[in-house]
């Protein structure tokens, strides 16, 4: 039932999505920081081959090649059609990489860029005519991301120019927005969920004395205090900037510490010392937790409450996954089923997070290794 | 038939959840490692790499188009050349019912768009462009205006008419019908006529007229064989004729094959009969069209194959969800539709249907409010469109049945 159930799920991911014939739209992503702007921007290349041309061999079929040799192209058409400006002036777009994603109706340009404006923002004001002389019905579908808050706005001929106030967010629903950020974090971070739940799958088979629910409740307290403890110490010193990581670096390590937190489920390699291996890996994740914190951006004025809250939601996210694991595996722990989940389930989740590392370590696309 | 688990047999031996927990959480993991390669911006693993197929230039249609286009460009005022333009882009757009076309060709009327009272052709285009998505007030007001200046434009009259009987607006739009009747053949009065017809009172009496002045017409033009043909089966499936409405959908689909909104009606016509596997084969090619996936995803649900149908109902949640995020409201019928069949969710499917209602009154827009007040159980909420049924004699089986079934509950 298990490898079946996998194996749906790898066929619906297989299955390449249909493409939908829909009104042509872009996608600008805008991170306002001080007097600096980060923008990603998706445009469909169905449009841009209507505007500029890019199928150089006139066969139909874009290759990335052809894509590729008129990057210069696309960024200087399009940014052309997009200004952003500050009350004191215009704001200097220079171009970044450019890269591919997918849409419901194709494949888009994915464009990234910075601007720097000639003050901090306190309105953006953004003139958008991208395909307006085409294609009317274009629209450009902005999401402004400002200290944490997201904003959204729609561009269309009769709303070309648009002023967008940047206002000064409230402390509170700043606070609590990233305490949202870290729980979502930790939910969807299924290398930290799978590293901690290996790590307390034997909380419930202690050896007597300990083979009751305090002595499984006591060794689970030690495992996440530890792990807490860490993750803490190195988000805060690495969203402070005090030291830093390659990523690459530390997703690898990341996987890798799933790995070795499964295997010791079938060879024991930690024994007593879980709790060590808990606070020696989680000071790696606490970096992983830190490149989410710092992609989010912390606004300057509330550094501390912003870092504060992130990590408090982490935590929180943590216990709720704790606070179900716990009764369960203490409930179950006898079972024919625990000990399977034991071994069986460690070794697949060794599996998936060896699979994490390969990629993650030697920047493997997931298709190229049959997955 | 029993699915092979359920939660309740599950809560019966709580380690099976968390066996299934432990599962999806293993299983979502596996799979996010291979979306995240494919739902993230990404560099393709190599040049050759096909990432998009885009219209051929050397197409015959889009380098006429691209002429014209270029001829348009360096004469951008020459209301003849905007006018043909923008009539072959709308073509382009029906044909392929692809909206970015209708954009093109609002484009070619863009020295004139804003302008309070343009030329009466360009008037007319940019109607039909409004009533395509569903912005009826100005569309009308842009059509009474060219009949206003050009009393004998046929095609004005029929625009006119297609959106009086939409919004249910029944005796301005027969009127319009009429003033069709001294300007064009026979055939084409009668099919506007016979339209609004069978949806007041006189669904028998049309439908025979119809079928009639078909029969009696030669030589007419192949797109209105198809629009006569295409209503003729709608008004023999409303009244139980199924095998009927299937000829008449079958020779409409020989001589128009590509006609989405001919292969959306026909393949409801197969769903209502329980006829999947022939859905499926129909609409095999046409998973670009949104009404025409809706179907497809109706057809696996009745054929069983959730794997297949849950990937549908991604991508059509999805599309919904972009359309929502750009304003549109030209899907509310369809996705009603997909909240209700596909979903389950009847107060969300109501809300939508309850929306479209304002908008559009043909009898898809009945049926859909019905079933899912239906299915709300929500009678009440059904009383403006009941009343609407019993007041214009609204004839259809299925809504008879559906309004029989809501008084009953009350």
Known sequence: ?371 | MRPPWSWGHMMQKPFFALAYAIVAIVAVAVSAVTFEAQAAPHIPANGQQVVETVPRRGDPVQQELRRLRSQLNANPGDVALATSVARRFIALGRSETDPRYLGYAQAALQPWWQQAAPPPEVRLLRATLLQSTHQFTPALADLKAVLVAEPRNTQAWLTLATVQTVQGDYADATASCAHVSGLSIDLLAITCIANVGAITGKARQSEQLLDLTLERSANVPEELQVWAMTLLAEMAQRRGAAAIAETRYRQALKLAPRDSYLQGAYADLLLEQNRNAEVLTLLRDESRIDALLLRRALALQQAGQQQALQADVRELSARYAAAAQRGDTVHQREQARFELMLRKDSAAALALARKNWAVQKETADIRIYLQAAVKARDPAAAKPVIDWVASHHTEDLLTAQLVRQLQAGT
């Open chain 1, 1 to 371: 039932m298990m490898t079946r159930l996998i194996f749906c799920l790898l066929l619906c991911c297989m299955l390449q999505p249909a493409q939908a014939h829909k009104p042509s739209d872009s996608y600008l992503s805008l991170d306002v920081q001080g007097e600096r702007i980060t923008g990603q921007w998706d445009i469909a290349l169905r449009d841009l081959d209507y505007a500029i041309g890019l199928d150089s061999d006139d066969d139909g079929k874009l290759t990335w090649d052809e894509i590729r040799n008129r990057h210069a192209a696309i960024a200087a058409y399009a940014l052309e059609h997009l200004r952003l400006s500050s009350e004191a002036g215009d704001c200097r777009v220079t171009p970044e990489q450019q890269l591919i994603d997918d849409h419901t109706d194709g494949a888009y340009n994915v464009l990234r860029f910075h601007a720097s404006c000639p003050q901090p923002l306190q309105t953006l004001a953004i003139s958008y005519r991208l395909f307006a002389d085409l294609d009317p019905q274009h629209k450009g579908l902005l999401r402004l991301t400002h200290n944490g808050l997201t904003s959204t706005a729609i561009f269309e001929p009769a709303h070309a120019r648009q002023a967008l106030p940047l206002l000064a967010p409230d402390r509170w629903q700043q606070f609590i927005a990233y305490v949202k950020d870290g729980v979502w974090h930790i939910w969807i971070g299924y290398d930290h969920i799978l590293f901690l739940l290996s790590l307390l799958l034997p909380a419930v088979l202690l050896a007597a004395p300990a083979n009751n629910l305090r002595g499984a409740f006591i060794d689970v307290l030690k495992v996440v205090t530890a792990f807490t403890l860490a993750h803490s110490l190195t988000l805060t010193l690495a969203s402070l900037s005090v030291i830093t990581l390659p990523s690459r670096l530390v997703e690898s390590a990341i996987a890798f510490s799933v790995v070795l937190a499964a295997i010791n489920n079938l060879y024991p390699l930690f024994r007593g010392r879980r709790p060590w291996a808990a606070f020696g890996f989680g000071l790696i994740h606490g970096f992983g937790f830190a490149s989410v914190l710092i992609d989010l951006g912390l606004p300057q004025g509330a550094l501390m409450a912003s870092l504060f809250g992130f990590n408090l939601g982490v935590e929180v996210g943590q216990l709720c996954i704790v606070a179900v694991f716990l009764p369960t595996a203490f409930f179950l722990r006898h079972s024919w089923f625990y000990r399977r989940l034991l071994t069986v389930g460690s070794a697949m989740i060794a599996l998936v997070a060896t699979v994490w590392f390969v990629q993650r370590a030697f920047d493997v696309q997931a298709q190229w290794i049959g997955l």
